[in-house]
């Protein structure tokens, strides 16, 4: 079976190479079948000096190839035996640094607590300096500390030299020194967020002032820069009367907290102002300071016209013999002369009447005073309900997390309680002395109409 698949195969490349030598002598147009065997032959031949020549040439790269891998094997080996040599050298110099480390800190001995001290004492110096506003005038005063305290307190400590331990103590001196002075100097300050040159005087280390302005040192940048917002009241007038003062003490509102930051003067200066507070009241506030401000025009100009009129009864009073109508006791003595001829009870009716007739314009306005007095409280505590409402909705809506929210809610809804105690009590002060005032007059009408009756009553 093998043998027959063999011969099969064998004939068949035996004509596949008759027919190329055959269509291949056709290209080449031979002449006879001597040239065609002829051409056969030497294509055979040059067939088998290519194949030869592949087969040299595969053995030449395959020699290259193992040699190439030869060469890598080689590099390997000699790398194994450089990384053997270098664990071995790592090894040797790691043991001899830990000899090395034990003979230096044996040879450091107590130093090492030393080292410790003046690297936390370093610390805390640098730390003050930063913030101190001394530094604002003298800049770059912890250089030298933090050179010190980059010595002691690295990996391997360095011995500081004697100068350099003093210089941390002449600074912390300086430091002392300079907090106990006030001294002027010029430098350049943000105000309104424009860079100027302005005289800066420095109170210790207590703060920076301008005039009368209060100046803040950022001790990130080492900017001077004036606050967004000077406190109110006598506090900058006084540091101003601190910069003009050649002698002598004088009394000037300064920040404890100078060399820590100006927390106190930065919160002071966040109080709201009265009109701030003012406008926390909101609309009930202003309709209770409207109420306000018409109860103050109309007690004073009551009291302007009860004033007049007060005058003319009292001029009245002096000449009783001629009744002058331009006043209320005068048009009341004027019925009285009119009627000389009445009893005594008609008389009185009728003086009675005229009394009556001038009570409603002495009085005017006297009522709504009073009205006014009593409605500006409730307006006020109306105000403080609603503002406790919509505090309560917020803290409902965001939370309580945060104490400051709720307390700012509360103070401002108490402002509308204020503003209607700040009304009503000087609307009740106002109307009892306007009222004063129109009794008087109505006093005197009814006392001059009991005397007109009493002699009336004599004569008859």
């Given amino acids: 079976m093998n043998k027959r698949i063999l011969k099969k195969g064998l004939m068949a490349v035996a004509a596949a190479t008759l027919a190329f030598s055959v269509n291949a002598a056709e290209e080449e147009k031979a002449k006879s079948l001597e040239e065609l065997l002829q051409m ?28 190439l891998l030869n060469d890598v094997k080689a590099q390997l080996n000699a790398a194994k035996r450089k990384s053997e040599a270098l664990e071995k050298t790592e090894a040797d110099n790691e043991r001899a640094i830990g000899e090395l480390q034990e003979q230096y800190n044996k040879r450091l001995g107590s130093l090492k607590e030393l080292f410790g001290h003046l690297s936390g004492t370093s610390g805390d110096v640098i730390s003050y300096l930063g913030d101190s506003i001394v530094s604002a005038q003298y800049p770059g005063r912890t ?56 005289e800066v005087m420095r109170v210790g280390n207590y703060a920076l002032v301008s005039g009368d302005e209060y100046l803040n040192y950022d001790k990130v940048t080492g900017n001077i820069s004036s606050l967004p917002r000077q406190p109110q009241g006598s506090y900058t007038s006084s540091v101003a009367a601190l910069g003009n003062a050649t002698s002598g003490f004088t009394a000037a509102a300064l920040d404890p907290q100078g060399a820590q930051g100006p927390t106190l003067m930065t919160k002071l200066v966040d109080l709201p102002t009265l009109t701030e507070k003012w406008h926390e009241g909101r609309l009930v506030g202003y309709v209770i300071s409207g109420v306000g401000v018409f109860a103050v025009l109309l007690a004073l100009l009551r009291f302007v016209v009860l004033s007049g009129i007060g005058a003319k009864v009292n001029a009245q009073l002096r000449d009783t013999s001629t009744a002058n109508t331009n006043n209320p006791l005068g048009r009341v003595l004027k019925v009285a002369e009119e009627n000389p001829n009445a009893d005594a009870e008609s008389l009185e009716l009728k003086l009675h009447e005229a009394v009556l007739k ?100 004599e004569g008859h």
């Fill in 40 to 67: 056969i032959d030497q294509g055979t031949l040059s067939e088998s000096k290519e194949h030869r020549e592949r087969e040299q040439r595969f053995l030449r790269e395959q020699q290259n190839r193992q040699r």
């Fill in 358 to 457: 001038e009570r409603p314009a002495i009085e005017s306005g006297l009522n709504l005073l009073k009205i006014i007095a009593m409605v500006a409280p409730l307006l006020g505590l109306l105000g403080t309900v609603t503002g406790m409402i919509l505090t309560f909705q917020a803290i409902t809506i965001f939370g309580a997390g945060d104490p400051k929210n709720m307390a700012g809610g509360i103070s401002s809804a108490l402002v509308t309680t204020v503003l209607g105690l700040v009304v009503a009590i000087p609307t009740i002060l106002l109307h009892t002395l306007v009222n004063g005032r129109a009794q008087r007059v109505l006093h005197i009408l009814e006392e001059q109409s009991a005397g007109i009756v009493a002699e009336n009553a």
């Fill in 143 to 198: 250089e030298a500390i933090d050179s010190l305290r980059s010595k002691i307190s690295g990996a391997t400590p360095t011995l500081p030299e004697i100068s350099e331990i003093e210089g941390m103590w002449k600074a912390i001196l300086f430091e002392i020194n300079q907090s106990t002075k006030i001294v002027k100097y010029n430098t350049a300050i943000f105000r309104g967020g424009e860079k100027v040159d302005a």
